[in-house]
């Protein structure tokens, strides 16, 4: 999609975000009618919608047809850190993991407000931990996420490589967000171009969820922890996200710490477009040339460190 029609789907997305924040609903209806949203998406052909075991943490596994052996993909969904759930992002994670032959773990985690900053990233280092309690080696799995799913799955190898926990194979983050306190240049370059995340939503998710830890915790915002050591990485943005600095600085300072760092910043998209695969060729694409590179990284011994 380009030119006109892609200007028109940002208008008609702009007027459906603002239906939704007019939205005087209790949270919990605002959260239902999210997942309605997306409920008559099909799975990518071939993946299919599997239980977790007693005991494990809230979530489910999307298994494709032609999975890779004990290959796993992990991830976050994202919302602001106050809404997004398995349910709402089923449909994106499914074409993740066809595109690249991975069974995937999509995973719930604490929702703010009820749930106040750290119950959101204790809950992704239990599902990490988890996973590899399974008998899936580190160096066979990708964490990722979107948004707040971002900011999540670079905080577990984080803290993974703070802790001495296995590192995984790669991170993968869709327009993370990874600065709460909003203070980089896009915040003000691109307030009201984004039609999905704009100013006033980024300050409501940061207020909702930190409630009162600063912002500049480098557990509620790694883009100010230390990234050296981390596992190779692949960071897809648009040109036009109100966190376009978050990727941009993160990538900068992580490159020169020595970590293989791509860093995929497509013109004119908006926050996830991948999330807009349906309507948004570029959405596919980036899809597609995420699986290949996700393959890639579970397939490669010792590729932890080269982009």
Request: hydrophobic content about 45%.
């Amino acid at each position: 999609m380009n030119g006109a029609d892609l200007e028109a789907f940002k208008a008609q997305m702009r007027a459906n975000m603002a239906e939704r924040r007019a939205s005087t609903a209790p949270l919990a209806e605002q959260r239902a009618a999210f997942d309605a949203t997306v409920a008559d998406i099909p799975l990518a052909d071939g993946v299919t919608v599997e239980a977790l075991p007693a005991g494990a943490p809230p979530g489910e596994r999307l298994v494709p047809r032609d999975a890779l052996p004990g290959c796993a993909l992990l991830y976050f969904h994202g919302g602001g850190f106050y809404t997004g759930s398995t349910r709402s992002h089923r449909h994106l994670v499914s074409r993740l993991a066809h595109a690249a032959r991975l069974t995937a773990y999509n995973m719930d985690y604490r929702l703010a407000p009820e749930n106040r900053f750290p119950a959101a990233v204790e809950d992704a280092r239990v599902v990490y931990r988890w996973l590899l309690g399974q008998g899936i080696a580190a160096s066979r799995l990708v964490i990722s996420g979107d948004s707040a799913g971002g900011n999540l799955a670079l905080g577990v190898a984080l803290w993974a490589l703070k802790e001495g926990v296995p590192l995984p194979g790669g991170v993968y983050l869709i327009s993370p967000w990874l600065d709460l306190a909003q203070t980089r240049a896009a915040y003000e370059a691109r307030a009201q171009t984004d039609p999905l995340f704009i100013r006033s939503g980024v300050a409501k998710g940061a207020q909702l969820y930190l409630q009162g830890t600063p912002a500049t915790d480098p557990w509620a915002s790694p883009v100010h922890a230390d990234p050296a050591g981390l596992p190779r990485t692949l960071i897809q943005v648009g040109t036009d996200e109100i966190l376009l600095s978050d990727s941009l600085d993160f990538a900068t300072r992580a490159a020169l710490a020595g970590v293989g760092v791509r860093l995929d910043v497509w013109a004119q998209m908006m926050h996830v477009w991948l999330y807009q695969h349906r309507a948004l060729e570029q959405g596919r694409r980036a899809i597609a040339e995420a699986g290949e590179w996700l393959r890639e990284t579970v397939a490669a011994e010792g590729a932890q460190n080269t982009v």
